[in-house]
């Protein structure tokens, strides 16, 4: 069965560092999106990718956040500056033309 | 008043009951209702997904949607202790290619056997 791939799992960064965080939808999907949960908090949407470009994006998705497909097959979110409070699980999802979005296990950020 | 509201228990059962798990919801926008489950530290898996409002059957789940009274619910019957999860609502509103998720805060079930 089709499946949406993260990596890494894990990822632990210094404050102010760059981190890239990768994911690989299912293939004949056609929309991608980012949602993060705090702990203990909803999952909160991001950002929503079609066509190459950013459908919407949340209050959460500042300057330093940007999502890129840097080829047919992978979708990234890149945070440039990360603070503390970036520290969450960010999951990946896609979905068809049915709108039912399925998603990938997830990053855990660990901002130091 | 939050956009989607879910009780986050823990709600525990003895193993064979049935689970009622309900969200409520303010914007009369959404249309696409889904119930997801979700292991400790693991992404959200799709059980159940409605369009506008009725009842949906599979297996031992059933998704009610009652858009009058912005109202969702899913039903377990003969619950398992492998039923034992956090399961979050999630909706959104028909609006073109975007179809963003709107969560409540999910409700940790203990199924116990």
């Known amino acids: 069965e089709p499946e949406v791939t993260q990596t890494p799992s894990h990822q632990v960064t210094q404050m102010g560092q760059e981190v890239i965080l990768r994911c690989v939808p299912i293939?004949?999907?056609?929309?991608f999106y980012w949602y993060r949960q705090i702990l203990g908090q909803k999952v909160e949407f991001l950002v929503s990718?079609?066509?190459?470009?950013?459908?919407?994006k949340s209050e959460i998705f500042d300057d330093q956040f940007s999502v890129e497909r840097p080829d047919g097959s992978n979708f990234t979110l890149k945070i440039r500056s990360t603070k503390l409070e970036d520290s969450a699980m960010y999951f990946c999802a896609s979905s068809g033309s049915s709108g039912v979005q399925f998603f990938g296990p997830g990053t855990r950020l660990t901002v130091l | 008043q939050k956009e989607v509201e879910q009780d986050p228990g823990p709600l525990s059962v003895p193993e064979g009951a049935i689970v009622s798990l309900n969200c409520t919801y303010s914007?009369?926008?959404?249309?696409?209702f889904m119930w997801y489950r979700q292991y400790s530290r693991k992404g959200p898996e799709l059980l159940m997904y409605?369009?506008s409002s009725g009842n949906k059957e599979d297996g031992r789940f059933t998704a009610q949607v009652d858009k009058s009274s912005k109202y969702i619910s899913l039903f377990i019957r003969d619950s398992q202790p492998s039923d034992s999860a956090t399961y979050l609502c999630?909706?959104?509103?028909?609006?073109?290619?975007?179809?963003?998720?709107?969560w409540g805060l999910g409700t940790s079930l203990a199924v116990n056997p």
């Open positions: 409605t369009y």
């Open positions: 914007n009369s926008a959404f249309q696409y």
């Open positions: 999630a909706m959104s509103a028909v609006a073109g290619n975007n179809r963003k998720l709107i």
């Open positions: 293939s004949n999907h056609l929309y």
């Open positions: 990718f079609y066509n190459n470009e950013i459908s919407e």
